[in-house]
Every structure is written in structure tokens, then in C-alpha cells.
């Protein structure tokens, strides 16, 4: 049984299936222990680390960071005991079985990718990073319309570092031992280099040329071989376009083309990605109506003050949206239809309620859920909202806790807006909108005085909730604002 073993990319769950590597923990060589994080990897959902399933010695790694991955792709070559001597030649171990030549689809104009870091057959230090020339480019299938492969000419390649290892060669699939100029090889599908060569970009730089407008045959690559990078992208997008000659009768400035060297193209990904997506579906999908309450939530306030002071809560985070919280969750027992999904030929009902809180991230929305939530106390709904914000702020949410939620609050007030008409959740039936507590003019016991209130905005699917249901909804949480001492004595 070979001792080097390759770690395939898990499956994240929740349907996800492919993630982004956002950054390798361990590099070739590092000594790494069971279970300890290995590399970042950005889903449509979260930003996740993934333990090691074996301990040992990094062998190798296979993708760069930048790289989007599918789920069960190799990414790791793990020597699960370095300490046994040299590597047999016993045939191809699984790290050097993935640098055996693979067949590349005619339209993806690329050459087979090299290992980073590692040791390739023959005991030859593996190209760090990019993609390089095999000895069976020369019988690959010309493409339609393209250029015949050419025999690469033999040219040294410059020796990357890599992982102490033994002396004794890994026996793998014939790899080319040097590597080719650029402009010796096959033009690409999509055009060839300035120089006439083959265009080195890796898929995800390829696809940001694509998503920015930047013609990778422009360009001068930066990269390992002469490949182009993200940088190299990124700085043809953001530099002013050249010159061009008008024609006879053309304005010097069109609709089309002012302004076009100051825009700023950002890839569509990641949570992004996901929440536009379920942000349209939801919106065209569930009949929304949102109806609004302004509350004076003096009372309220008063309250917290109160709570804060006691010694057993001085070390919790107390905010207004603790109590907005428990004035939901407790309409809810109330009013339990609130707490539904629409599936099509029935409305399923959910005994428990999955608390969402919206939360801005620097990758973008996200709703995070308390699970359960109904059962907690008030110090426990409190601390678990801390949790959440936190682990929300420091991008280490789960897509587990992003996944089930079943009612959710978004708190806009925290940017100085009073409320807000939100989109539904998919699969949920009301949102939240909690406002701005201002101090405003407010009649209070015959007299105009200053009061603090808030306005709450609440969206619900009409298919589950009609109007009747969602006005005593909202007007069971603004009384529970207005005044939760005298609430929590009268509806527990």
C-alpha cells in the first residue's frame, strides 16, 4: 500500500460543488498532524479550512492559490510516513500518476498542468506553478482549423525548490524532462502571444481576462515560462485604453466608450454569486407584500439599561436586537403559521425556529442562523448572537449554520436607516427589518415629547401569511418593544 496518499477536496455539503482556494496553510515539506488545517477554501456559502485526514509530510500540491476546484479533485499529496527511508519504485504512486498526460479538450486551449512543488519521475524537481509541455504533445489530435502540435525543443528547465524526499525516482507515466520554450509550442484556441506562442494562463486567470474584456494574446505573462497571472490581467483591465484613430464624420467621444477607462469590473462569485441568486428567485417567486410599524420603544431602552447593570450580565453584549429578537421569537409561539415554507401542494408548519441574522461581511451577505432557537433563555439567545456576529466578522461561518433558517431579522438600523422593504429568504415566509432608534417628537400621555422609536418593516410570502395574519404579527412584536416587562408578564 503506498505510503503517499492523495487528499481529494471534500464534500462541503448543502449541494456545493466546487470551491475556490483561497490559501494554502502548509507548504511542501511542512510536517503536518491529523485533523490540522490545510488550506482555505471559498465556497458560494463560506470560507472553510480543511483538516488533513492523514498526518505526515507534504508531498505535493496541485493547485495554485486563486484556483476554483471540483469537489473530488485531487489537491494534496500527503506522505503518510516520511520516516521509512526512500520511495520504492514500485510503480506510480498516486502523486506521480497525476502528472501522467491527459488528454486536454480541444477548446480549452491549455497544456497539461504541472505539479507545485514535489518531485516528478526520474527524480526531476516538479514546475512550481503554471502549466508546461508533455512528451506526447507531438501525437495529440490537431485541432479544427489549428495549427499541428510541434515537438518541443529541449531547453533546461530552471530547478524549483521542493520537499526533501528520497534519492530514488517515483515511478510514474513518462513526463517530459525539460520543458519547451513558450514559442515552440501549438497556438492556442484562443490566439497566440505576441511572440506567436502558445497563451500560458491558468483557468481562473482565463476566466478573469474573460469576465474584465482583457485579450490574453496582448499580453506579456509575468509568470513561471513566461505564463500570465492575475496581476498581469488586472493590470491591462485598469490601464487607459490605446489611441485609436477616428474615422472621417466621428465624434471624438461616444456614448459607449466614456467613462470605459475609470469602470471597475468585479467577478461575479462566491456569496455574491449565491445571494443574487436567491435574492431573484425569491423575489419572483414569492408574492411579497411588507407592512410597516413605528414604535416607541422608550420603555425598551430603559429596560436594556437595566439589564446591563445587573452583575451576571456585565459581560454579555446587550443591544437593542436581543430584545427585537425575543419579541419575534415569542410572536412566533403566537402566531405559528408565521414560521413556515410554502412546498407546493402543502404548507409545512416548523415546530422549532431556526433563527436568521443577516450580517454584512466583507464577501458579502450572509444569514447565519441560531438553531432552534425559541428554547433559549434570554443570557443564552444573547451569547449565541454574539457568537454568531463574531464568527460572521472573522469569515469563519459554516455553511451548515448558513443552511436551514426558517424566520430571519435584518438589522438595518445599524447604518443609519429607519427601515426597509427586504427580500425573503428562499424557503422562508417573513424577514424583519429593524430600523434606526431615533429620538423623535412623540405624543406620549397627551404631550408631545422626545421619545426614542423605531420603524419595523416586515415582508412575508402572501401564499402562507394574508394580511390579517402578518398585521398581528408585527403588532405583537411592536407591543413587546414598546414595553417587554409588562409583555413577557402577560403572554408567558
Request: aromatic share 4%; glycine share 10%; no cysteine.
Amino acid at each position: 500500500m503506498s505510503r503517499i496518499k492523495e487528499f481529494n477536496l471534500p464534500d462541503l455539503g448543502e449541494g456545493l460543488t466546487e470551491g475556490e482556494i483561497l490559501a494554502w496553510l502548509v507548504k511542501v515539506g511542512d510536517v503536518i498532524e491529523l485533523n490540522q488545517p490545510i488550506v482555505e477554501v471559498e465556497t458560494a456559502k463560506a470560507a472553510v479550512e480543511i483538516p488533513a485526514k492523514w498526518a505526515g509530510q507534504v508531498h505535493a500540491i496541485f493547485h495554485p492559490q486563486g484556483a476554483t476546484i471540483e469537489v473530488g479533485t485531487p489537491i494534496i499529496a500527503i506522505d503518510t510516513d516520511p520516516g521509512a527511508g526512500p520511495i520504492e519504485e514500485s510503480g506510480p504512486t498516486p502523486s506521480a500518476a497525476s502528472l501522467a498526460a491527459v488528454e486536454v479538450a480541444p477548446e480549452e486551449g491549455m497544456v497539461e498542468p504541472g505539479l507545485i512543488g514535489g518531485v516528478a519521475p526520474g527524480g526531476r524537481t516538479a514546475v512550481l506553478v503554471g502549466y508546461g509541455p508533455r512528451t506526447t504533445a507531438a501525437k495529440r489530435r490537431p485541432r479544427k482549423g489549428g495549427v499541428p502540435p510541434q515537438a518541443p525543443v529541449p531547453t533546461p528547465a530552471a530547478p524549483v525548490a521542493a520537499a526533501p524526499v528520497a534519492a530514488a525516482p517515483v515511478a510514474a507515466a513518462p513526463v517530459a524532462a525539460q520543458a519547451a520554450p513558450v514559442a515552440s509550442l501549438a497556438p492556442a484556441v484562443n490566439g497566440t502571444s505576441r511572440s506567436g506562442g502558445l497563451v500560458l494562463a491558468k483557468p481562473p486567470v482565463r476566466k478573469l481576462a474573460k469576465d474584465l474584456g482583457v485579450d490574453l494574446t496582448t499580453l506579456t505573462g509575468s509568470g513561471p515560462l513566461g505564463s500570465i497571472s492575475r496581476e498581469d490581467v488586472q493590470r491591462a483591465a485598469s490601464a487607459p485604453a490605446a489611441a485609436e484613430p477616428l474615422a472621417v464624420g466621428t465624434p471624438a467621444t461616444s456614448a459607449a466608450s466614456f467613462g470605459a477607462d475609470r469602470e471597475q469590473r468585479i467577478p461575479v462569485k462566491g456569496v455574491r454569486k449565491l445571494t443574487a441568486e436567491n435574492m431573484s428567485r425569491s423575489a419572483f417567486t414569492a408574492p411579497h407584500v411588507t407592512e410597516f410599524l413605528t414604535v416607541d420603544v422608550t420603555r425598551a431602552m430603559k429596560a436594556l439599561d437595566r439589564l446591563r447593570g445587573r452583575r451576571e450580565w456585565r459581560d454579555v453584549r446587550v443591544s437593542p436586537l436581543l430584545l427585537v429578537a425575543k419579541a419575534v421569537l415569542l410572536a412566533v409561539k403566537r402566531h405559528p403559521m408565521v414560521n413556515s415554507t410554502w412546498a407546493g401542494d402543502e404548507i409545512v408548519v416548523k415546530e422549532y425556529v431556526n433563527l436568521g441574522i443577516a450580517a454584512a461581511t466583507e464577501r458579502g451577505l450572509i444569514v447565519p442562523n441560531i438553531k432552534d432557537a425559541g428554547r433559549l433563555s434570554l443570557r443564552e439567545l444573547a451569547d449565541a448572537m454574539t457568537e454568531l456576529v463574531q464568527t460572521a466578522k472573522a469569515g469563519r461561518t459554516s455553511p451548515a449554520d448558513m443552511s436551514g433558517g426558517t424566520l430571519t431579522i435584518t438589522n438595518v438600523g445599524v447604518f443609519g436607516v429607519d427601515t426597509g422593504t427586504p427580500i425573503l429568504p428562499p424557503g422562508e415566509s417573513a424577514i424583519l427589518a429593524f430600523g434606526a432608534v431615533r429620538e423623535l417628537p412623540w405624543v406620549h400621555k397627551g404631550k408631545v415629547k422626545p421619545r426614542l422609536v423605531t420603524t419595523l418593516g416586515l415582508s412575508f410570502d402572501h401564499r402562507i401569511i394574508d394580511g390579517e395574519l402578518g398585521s398581528k404579527f408585527l403588532r405583537d412584536i411592536g407591543d413587546f418593544l414598546a414595553d417587554p416587562e409588562a409583555a413577557l408578564l402577560a403572554w408567558t
